[in-house]
C-alpha cells in the first residue's frame, strides 16, 4: 500500500505565485479590446431584461453584436499574422 504522503510532495512541489506571467499579461493585453466589446455588448442586453427593448435599444445590441465580431476577426487577424510572420 502505498502512502498518500509520498505523493502529496510531487503534487505540491512547484509553488504558485499568484500573479501572471508575461505571456499571460501579453495575450489578456491583445484580447482586450475583444473584451471590452463583448463587456459592451453584455451592458446593452442587460439593460433590456426588465423591459420590452426599444429601437434604440436594439439598434444599441446590434451594434454592440458587430463590435464584437469585428474585434474578434480583428484579434484572428493579428495571431494569424503573428503565427506566420516568422520566417522567409
Known amino acids: 500500500m502505498k502512502s498518500i504522503v509520498a505523493l502529496q510532495a510531487v503534487v505540491t512541489a512547484t509553488g504558485f505565485?499568484?500573479?501572471p506571467s508575461d505571456?499571460?499579461?501579453d495575450a489578456i493585453e491583445a484580447e482586450m479590446p475583444l473584451i471590452l466589446a463583448e463587456v459592451a455588448l453584455l451592458d446593452a442586453q442587460i439593460m433590456t431584461?426588465?423591459?420590452?427593448?426599444?429601437?434604440?435599444?436594439?439598434?444599441?445590441?446590434r451594434r454592440a453584436r458587430n463590435r464584437v465580431?469585428?474585434?474578434?476577426?480583428?484579434?484572428?487577424?493579428?495571431?494569424?499574422?503573428m503565427l506566420t510572420g516568422g520566417a522567409a
Do not use: C, P
Open 23 to 25: 505571456a499571460e499579461l
Open 17 to 19: 505565485g499568484g500573479e
Open 49 to 61: 431584461l426588465d423591459r420590452a427593448a426599444t429601437e434604440l435599444d436594439e439598434r444599441r445590441i
Open 69 to 81: 465580431l469585428a474585434e474578434r476577426r480583428d484579434l484572428s487577424n493579428r495571431a494569424g499574422v
